[in-house]
């Protein structure tokens, strides 16, 4: 019991610190955004303070005024330092404004299409897999949400299949160069202002690497600012995205090609170990490519602008840690293994999270309702005051929740409380495309503008496991 209340003590600390904190920044930024306003004021009581009381004409005002600030030289030399020492710091902590310019997401064509029925009976063919695994796949694949018509590569589409570094190579560079002569194309940016590349694939990291792949291909120039993020799972595009905005901070006047993908070649898994074959049924080809821009002339043009972006890292919990994993089975087959807790550390990554984004984008009341909640509970624990979440709903239009599977959507829509329309790009997306990573998001948030004359007003994306 003293454990637990430590516990429970610890995590209420947390969480009002967090909050304290998130409050304090944005007091912070709201200051700074009224600095010129307060400066312009404080120049007027100066000037009103050195002008003479009754002035006969403007002129006679004038040559008083002009009077009065020589006699008061060091005053009027120290207000005007002030004044630039002031509005130096304003435009060096205000932030600049990043903006979406236009996003792409790869579209293989019919010849990758597979039907679930398809699909299983591919498995079978393989011939690895018992009675018992075909028979797990086939359910969990009429339970994933995916349809049908998801994509595979070529290379496990064949009989043999063929798992290789080659067609590994064959289906990255589809994907990448497929995305990215699409978002150029449509955005009709030149390569050679590209300052910065941002790639990410988790399972698959080849030597030379995706963004030299990209330098290459389009030839960029010498001093564009590559950066390669693998191993980071389904959430490596949102911290690509994260990434990118504080590099768009430091260069000036340039553009952010971020690419998410993911290798499906090398990593279907042809073993028998359960947790392991669930992956089968969930992933597939696919990717993206999002264009950010810096340049304020590109505000108009863009699709939207980057407001937030917030990171919970729940590394340090061993259940967290442990629950998305690449490893061997017995039999030396490698795969992706999934536990049993990743529906409970999927929630409490999003409980996590929320404490960070509330107080950015929720209204005052919700914010007051949650603090209030969590004191309740502290003070009084045999009340039986229920945890509250905060309602989303009331800032927030349009929900792109990672397609990580049917059981993922189904936790994050009862948590959150949302309703089918809320859910429909994510579980649309899932059914469509299957599981592709970290870019499901991206196919999400596209879908959000389709059927929309305009883009959504106000959008959240959840990333997946790091």
């Not at 008061?72 to 120290?78: G, R, S």
């Not at 300052?195 to 694939?201: A, E, M, P, T, Y």
């Not at 698959?204 to 030299?212: D, H, L, Q, V």
């Not at 017995?330 to 795969?335: C, F, I, L, N, S």
Request: net charge positive; glycine share 6%; proline share 4%.
């Amino acid at each position: 019991m003293a454990t637990r209340s430590f516990a429970m003590d610890r995590e209420l600390f947390r969480t009002v610190k967090q909050a304290t904190v998130n409050h304090a920044r944005l007091l912070y930024h709201r200051l700074v955004a009224r600095l010129p306003h307060l400066l312009a004021v404080t120049l007027v009581v100066v000037a009103a303070q050195l002008a003479p009381s009754t002035p006969s004409t403007l002129a006679g005002a004038a040559c008083s005024l002009w009077h009065e600030a020589r006699a008061n030289a060091a005053l009027v030399a120290a207000a005007c330092a002030g004044a630039a020492a002031a509005a130096y710091a304003f435009a060096m902590s205000r932030p600049r404004p990043v903006y979406l310019v236009d996003l792409a997401g790869f579209k293989p064509g019919p010849e990758h299409e597979a039907t679930r029925a398809r699909s299983i009976r591919h498995f079978g063919l393989a011939g690895r897999f018992t009675d018992e695994s075909m028979a797990f796949q086939t359910r969990m694949l009429e339970r994933s949400g995916v349809g049908e018509a998801t994509h595979f590569p070529a290379s496990l589409l064949g009989i043999p299949i063929d798992m290789c570094l080659r067609t590994a190579r064959e289906e990255s560079e589809a994907v990448i160069f497929g995305v990215v002569d699409d978002l150029l194309a449509k955005t009709g940016v030149r390569a050679a202002d590209i300052g910065v590349v941002l790639v990410n694939s988790s399972l698959y990291s080849p030597t030379p690497s995706f963004t030299s792949l990209v330098v290459n291909r389009y030839g960029l120039r010498h001093d564009v600012v590559t950066h390669n993020l693998s191993g980071m799972g389904c959430s490596a595009g949102i911290i690509a995205i994260d990434l990118a905005k504080h590099l768009l901070q430091v260069h000036r006047d340039t553009y952010a090609l971020v690419v998410s993908t993911e290798n499906i070649t090398l990593n279907a898994y042809l073993g028998n170990h359960r947790p392991m074959l669930v992956t089968n049924t969930l992933f597939r080809m696919g990717g993206s490519a999002v264009l950010l821009s810096n340049r304020r002339s590109d505000r108009r043009r863009a699709k939207y602008q980057l407001v937030h972006t917030v990171r919970t890292h729940r590394g340090a919990s061993d259940q967290s840690y442990s629950c998305v994993t690449q490893e061997e089975d017995d039999a030396g087959h490698v795969g992706v293994s999934l536990s049993k807790e990743l529906m409970s550390v999927a929630g409490e990554a999003l409980r996590t999270n929320i404490t960070t984004l509330g107080p950015l984008v929720l209204p005052l009341s919700e914010q007051l309702r949650f603090l209030a909640a969590v004191v309740l509970r502290r003070a009084l624990p045999r009340a039986g005051v229920k945890p509250y979440l905060p309602d989303f709903k009331l800032a927030l239009e349009h929900f792109c929740i990672h397609a990580g599977g049917r059981g993922v959507l189904d936790e994050l829509e009862r948590s959150l409380k949302l309703s089918d329309w809320h859910m429909e790009p994510s579980r649309m997306t899932l059914y469509r495309f299957g599981n592709t990573s970290s870019s499901s998001l991206w196919y999400e948030l596209a879908y959000c503008q389709c059927g929309n004359s305009a883009c959504p007003r106000w959008a959240v994306i959840i990333g997946g496991q790091t």
